[in-house]
């Protein structure tokens, strides 16, 4: 099938407390393939934790969705990705925009940690806590995240959470969700749980990732990553034949 006339649009995004960094390879991995990406830095991010700590999840969304209304005014349609928070992000714009499909990787829809039940008074007793940065099996992979991470925006993630998972059931683009077996960050299996039962559209591909940690995108298996999210886009676009569903056993391979 031929190309169309105009090119297909991905809005990426990073995750919380990380930075560009994390989702960079990722991004050029799809721009080689002649996609638009748009990776907008979120509010707070790359500055410091305590510029962080000022912001409301309703200020990342909204960077997210502009990066996806910039790319829909010129492209012929836009893919949403986005890594760990990022990827409840992806989801939140797959429920509210006309996407033509979904990527996450690691997506994050619950806050494991047990201090989250509280959050809503820790975070006024509690300025900051160590953060969560380098979950990365590859030695010397660095995805520039804040070494401290303010409760307040962790209750703010915790927000966006519920109304992500709320908005589920009114996403139905194609959806591909990679899940590292071991996950330092996303501990549970409760985020790809929710997905599985509450998302609206009916094709979800999910793909384990047997050799990499929380960012797989700067780990052992970014090649698969990066390889069969190209290929997803390209099908879920039209410019490929489809190439059968990942079942929840897939392999990296």
Same mark, same amino acid.
């Given at each position: ?19 560009? !960094?994390?989702? #960079? ?5 799809? +721009? ?17 934790? +305590? ?42 714009? #797959? !429920? ?26 820790? +975070? ?17 992979? @660095? ?12 209750? +703010? ?15 139905? #683009? ?36 047997? @050799? ?9 298996? %970014? ?22 569903? %990942? ?7």
């Amino acid at each position: 099938m031929d190309s169309p006339s105009r090119p297909i649009g991905v809005a990426l995004s990073h995750g919380f407390g990380g930075s560009l !960094a994390g989702v #960079a390879p990722w991004a050029d991995a799809l +721009q080689e393939a002649g996609f638009r990406v748009a990776a907008p830095l979120l509010p707070g991010h790359g500055t410091s934790w +305590q510029d962080l700590a000022t912001r409301s999840w309703g200020e990342w969304y909204e960077a997210y969705e502009a990066a996806y209304h910039e790319l829909a005014q010129d492209c012929s349609t836009v893919i949403a990705a986005g890594l760990s928070m990022g990827g409840a992000l992806a989801l939140r714009l #797959a !429920a509210r925009q006309k996407v033509g499909g979904a990527v996450v990787v690691n997506p994050a829809l619950v806050v494991d940690d047990p201090r989250s039940y509280v959050s809503v008074l820790l +975070q006024h007793a509690l300025r900051s806590v160590p953060g969560i940065a380098n979950d990365i099996k590859l030695a010397g992979a @660095d995805e520039g995240a804040y070494a401290r991470l303010p409760v307040r925006a962790a209750h +703010q993630m915790k927000l966006m959470f519920r109304d992500t998972v709320a908005s589920l059931p009114s996403a139905s #683009a194609p959806l591909l969700v990679f899940r590292s077996t071991v996950d330092r960050v996303v501990t549970s299996e409760r985020s790809v749980a929710a997905i599985a039962r509450l998302y609206g559209g009916d094709d979800i591909r999910i793909v384990r990732l047997r @050799d990499s940690y929380h960012v797989a995108t700067l780990d052992n298996d %970014a090649p698969t990553v990066f390889r069969r999210s190209v290929d997803f886009i390209r099908e879920v676009a039209g410019l490929s034949a489809p190439t059968g569903h %990942a079942d929840a056993a897939g392999s990296s391979a």
